[in-house]
DNA sequence: TGTAACTCGTACAGCGGTGTTCGACTACGG
DNA sequence: CCGTAGTCGAACACCGCTGTACGAGTTACA
């Protein structure tokens, strides 16, 4: 048995892993209930080999999620969210959406094996991110504070899922998605009584 | 066998058989995958006796999501969808609230059994509901029309599941939902440079 | 009150999934 | 070029689920 606990040490083993974690991640966005075989399989690995990386079909998932959460977390690091808060959102939802579609189904995967609590978790980063910009939004007036920031926050979220559904499903033209989710989010976070604004050009496109 | 085609002639497996349709309806909006075992238990019914009415676990589910969808459309018809559509669509909701709250997660185990696009057909009268009144705020103006209705009326549907997700995990006050899920809608749904409008009150709560 | 309709529990077969064991084989790396 | 870490497939036990079969018991209803 390899090592489970600690790194392989050898070279193609090392490489069985990666070759595990990326077929898993392709698997479970497209089916979050991708059996283990499948994903072995996928990997062009045994079923065996791939339990003797990873102790538990969970085990795997989490480490696919963690993997797939600190990418999408490191290509937020080059967003910029100085500067009017609606702009910053718009951009932060250009490049939170690449990372949405590469996910697909993952995170229902992740629900299921993990628990809910457990995924948010493991979200805290990207999470707390959005939650900094909408606080500033909320001071900064441009963003509404008559509802809480959490609900705000979840329905970024949410809309940028449902986006993906509408995707997959044909009513939803790729090239549009972006700009169809920001002036969604952008309406719904602007105040009661003030004008919704206009997607910045050049930005969600 | 009792009659799986025609309705049962005594009154007590007419009894079953809502005893059932209730038990299923309760258990699958807490947990898509109840199996037909705790279903059949909760119900105070043998597992057999189950499949003596209903063939399979399909069948069932699908006769309780039209049940449910019947339910919840009949009591739309109670709703005022006349005057200013803004203020008919905070109507709309609040009422619709009720039923989405009740089914829970029904809709899932509806997509698993039945697939996303049966349930999609079964959904076909609230949801041409919804489009008529879109399509008449959109005629007059208090809608916005830079985005597809079909995204309109799917982000309506998807802040509602919202709601109900962040009401279980605690996040949301339940008297605060209505007005929440309509003060984030009639946002998201307003013209790219009007003002964003205040929920109506005595309406959503 | 009798009979047909219905229900019950138990037991079974089948399926598809997870996780383990085994012994033989392969290729990495010193 | 050799020892060993790692791999392979096949087979196994186990689980929970669905759907079926049986025979005995109970209940509605005329």
């Known amino acids: ?12 083993a090392r490489r069985n892993v990666q070759a595990i ?9 497209r ?7 499948e994903i072995a399989r996928s990997a062009g690995v045994g079923r065996v080999t791939l ?15 963690v993997r797939a959460i600190e990418e999408g977390d ?5 967003v910029d969210l100085s500067g009017d808060a ?11 959406w690449l990372t949405v579609v590469q996910v697909g189904s993952l995170l229902t995967a992740a629900a299921e094996a993990l628990g809910p609590e457990r995924v948010l978790a493991l979200h805290e980063r990207p999470v707390s991110r959005v939650e900094r910009l909408v606080d500033r939004g909320r001071a900064d007036g ?15 979220h949410r809309v940028m899922h449902g986006a993906a559904v509408e995707l ?9 998605a972006a700009t169809t989710i920001t002036a969604t989010v952008l309406a719904a976070f602007t105040p009661p009584g003030t004008p919704v604004p206009a997607v910045p050009d050049g930005v969600a496109r």
């Open 31 to 37: 089916d979050p209930d991708a059996s283990v075989a």
């Open 142 to 156: 441009v963003f509404r504070s008559d509802l809480p920031a959490s609900w705000l926050v979840g329905t970024l």
């Open 21 to 29: 974690l990326e077929a898993a991640a392709v698997c479970l966005s």
């Open 51 to 65: 339990y003797g990386h990873f102790e538990n079909r969970a085990v795997l998932v989490e480490a696919v999620v």
């Open 74 to 78: 490191a290509a937020l690091d080059a």
């Open 1 to 12: 048995m390899p090592g489970v606990t600690q790194q392989p040490q050898r070279a193609d």
């Open 86 to 96: 609606r702009e910053a959102l718009a951009r932060l939802v250009r490049q939170s």
């Open 168 to 176: 997959d499903a044909g009513r939803l033209a790729p090239d549009d």
